[in-house]
């Protein structure tokens, strides 16, 4: 067997799913870390139908040009970090008028806490260049 400094390094090129013990991976937009538990507490939740907030024409315009932009999946379901989905999320409800926009992108997209992922964006270096990708492509 090798040893485990030669097993360091490990890449995926996709997508890739992990059911099973809490597995954390840092700023990696293609991993999705599904009914993981961490001290027996549950991180994810199970995702919900698509709200009647995110059904309308003009979320459907939103959902295509995000998914043009490559930030989520034909599903609707984000594939960029916890941090820059929540801006992804809160541009989405302000052009939507959605009030419970937490919730309603919680449920959807079975994460927990973007609001607070979402303050932790704010102080992010790389907030601004996304920012204002989002304005520019989700408006």
Same mark, same amino acid.
């Given at each position: *067997? %090798?040893? *485990?400094?030669?097993?360091?390094?490990?890449? &995926?090129?996709? =997508?890739?799913? @992990?059911?099973? !013990?809490?597995?954390?991976? +840092?700023?990696?937009? +293609?991993?999705?870390?599904?009914?993981?538990?961490?001290?027996?507490? %549950?991180?994810?939740?199970?995702? =919900?139908?698509? !709200?009647?907030?995110?059904?309308?024409?003009?979320?459907?315009?939103?959902?295509?040009?995000?998914?043009?932009?490559?930030?989520? #999946?034909?599903?609707?379901? !984000?594939? $960029?970090?916890?941090? $820059?989905?929540?801006?992804?999320? #809160?541009?989405?409800?302000?052009? $939507?008028?959605?009030?419970?926009?937490?919730?309603? @992108?919680?449920? @959807?997209?079975? *994460?927990?806490?973007?609001?607070?992922? /979402?303050?932790?964006?704010?102080?992010?270096?790389? &907030?601004?260049? &996304? /920012?204002?990708?989002?304005?520019?492509?989700?408006?």
């Amino acid at each position: *067997m %090798k040893d *485990m400094k030669e097993m360091t390094g490990v890449t &995926f090129n996709g =997508s890739v799913t @992990f059911n099973g !013990p809490m597995f954390d991976i +840092h700023d990696n937009d +293609h991993v999705t870390i599904v009914n993981s538990e961490r001290e027996g507490k %549950k991180i994810t939740e199970e995702k =919900s139908e698509t !709200p009647a907030e995110l059904q309308t024409e003009e979320a459907r315009r939103l959902w295509d040009a995000a998914r043009d932009a490559g930030w989520v #999946d034909d599903g609707c379901q !984000p594939l $960029l970090s916890r941090s $820059l989905s929540a801006l992804l999320a #809160d541009r989405m409800a302000t052009l $939507l008028n959605i009030q419970n926009k937490w919730k309603v @992108f919680e449920s @959807f997209w079975g *994460m927990k806490g973007l609001r607070s992922a /979402y303050n932790n964006a704010l102080n992010q270096k790389q &907030f601004d260049e &996304f /920012y204002e990708k989002l304005k520019n492509n989700i408006r």
